[in-house]
């Protein structure tokens, strides 16, 4: 049976993954004070409280995933609170808790849930949260760009600290693929990591939260986002071809939009191509590519235009923005 496959993360040392922090050879009365430190060097803005003065166990690994990363963490009992740190232009995530072993209490934006064996929940790395691990836990963490979420499923930000149970069929679907992808991650090339991260994104939508946001979500809205995202790169996309596309009025699209979104047509197309190049310009692919480069593939036809509608979107310019980027990965 599936829950199988979780337990196994409890007795093996994953191949695909690196370790940061392993507290096994370190002496127990210097345990909580290196776990403390290195918990909130990895996770700007963690703060550890209430932890055993020489916890039992404690590792950290790592590694990357195109844009996002991926963590497993053993952890004695503790609690954590996290405030956001930095402008708003700085690296955002949406992140997948996944609990393996043990049992954790989510907080956040008035919602909370308790998570045991198999459990998932979701976290926005925009807001504050506190997580409070009531026994010797073991986690799974997929940081996910928020844009790139966010982008496919709007309605992610209304279902943060909610449980998707273990007993539901999509949350066997989604754990089982994440779990395969930790025993590969290290030997998959960049652009492998980010083709999975994608396809783990889409797959969040079998997940019965989701599920049941989705069938709220008006099927044209849907519709016309997957075609958005599909021709965002093609410079003459207009608010009447998604229409058309959908074979329904401009006007009556829109207003199932705004419903839905709280933006238009026009404005959705504008704001995925503004945050799919801010994304590039983050991103170590398009190092080599121009500012002009960047905006002309995701579909801007005029590089002053887009430095203008950028400037106005993030409050800084591209060439700003790229800059900031590649100091805070350095």
């Not at 963690?46 to 952890?75: C, K, W, Y």
């Amino acid at each position: 049976m599936y829950c199988g496959k979780l337990t196994e993360m409890e007795t093996i040392k994953l191949e695909g993954l690196s370790s940061v922090v392993d507290l096994s050879g370190v002496e127990r009365t210097k345990r909580a004070d290196l776990w403390t430190g290195a918990a909130t060097t990895i996770f700007p803005g963690l703060s550890v409280n209430a932890m055993e003065s020489d916890p039992n166990i404690g590792l950290i690994q790592h590694s990357r995933m195109g844009q996002g990363a991926l963590f497993t963490i053993e952890s004695a009992p503790a609690e954590v609170s996290y405030t956001p740190r930095g402008a708003a232009d700085s690296a955002q995530f949406l992140t997948m808790m996944l609990q393996t072993g043990g049992a954790t209490i989510a907080h956040q934006r008035q919602r909370q849930c308790e998570l045991t064996h198999g459990d998932i929940c979701f976290i926005d790395e925009r807001h504050p949260f506190r997580l409070v691990g009531t026994e010797n836990s073991q986690l799974l963490l997929l940081r996910m760009p928020r844009s790139l979420v966010i982008s496919r499923f709007p309605e992610m930000e209304h279902l943060v600290a909610t449980l998707i149970p273990a007993r539901d069929p999509g949350t066997q679907l989604l754990s089982h693929t994440v779990m395969q992808l930790l025993l590969v991650a290290r030997e998959l090339r960049e652009a492998q990591q980010q083709a999975a991260l994608n396809a783990i994104v889409h797959l969040l939508g079998a997940t019965s939260g989701l599920a049941v946001e989705l069938e709220n979500m008006h099927w044209r809205v849907q519709k016309a986002l997957d075609f958005i995202e599909l021709n965002l790169s093609i410079p003459g996309l207009t608010a009447e071809q998604v229409a058309q596309a959908q074979h329904i009025s401009r006007r009556r699209l829109d207003q199932l939009m705004r419903d839905a979104l709280g933006l238009s047509i026009t404005g959705q197309i504008w704001s995925r191509r503004l945050q799919r190049a801010a994304d590039d310009l983050r991103d170590s692919r398009w190092a080599g590519a121009s500012i002009s480069q960047v905006a002309f593939a995701n579909g801007f036809e005029d590089p002053a235009h887009f430095a203008r509608a950028f400037k106005r979107r993030f409050e800084t310019t591209p060439g700003q923005w790229r800059t900031r980027a590649r100091t805070l990965t350095h």
